[in-house]
């Protein structure tokens, strides 16, 4: 699964989030990684976000909360 959302306020830049199995080796838990590029490039990201997946919902219930 993946997804990609413009950046709003930028011109080209994108949010991108992606479900990686096993980011950090074999047995390692799955995470959604979130990254953010200005250039637009959602394969290289400037910056990025790896959140265990048993972590999500408290962390959507903490976005959701910002709004």
Avoid: C, F, Q, R
């Avoid at 413009?6 to 990684?33: D, F, M, Q, R």
């Avoid at 250039?39 to 997946?53: D, F, Q, R, T, Y």
């Amino acid at each position: 699964m993946s997804k990609t959302i413009p950046l709003n306020g930028t011109k080209n830049g994108v949010i991108s989030v992606t479900k990686i199995e096993e980011p950090y080796g074999a047995g390692s838990g799955s995470v959604a990684s979130v990254g953010i590029s200005l250039a637009g490039n959602s394969n290289e990201p400037e910056w990025k976000v790896h959140i265990p997946l048993e972590n999500i919902d408290a962390v959507i219930e903490a976005l959701l909360a910002l709004k």
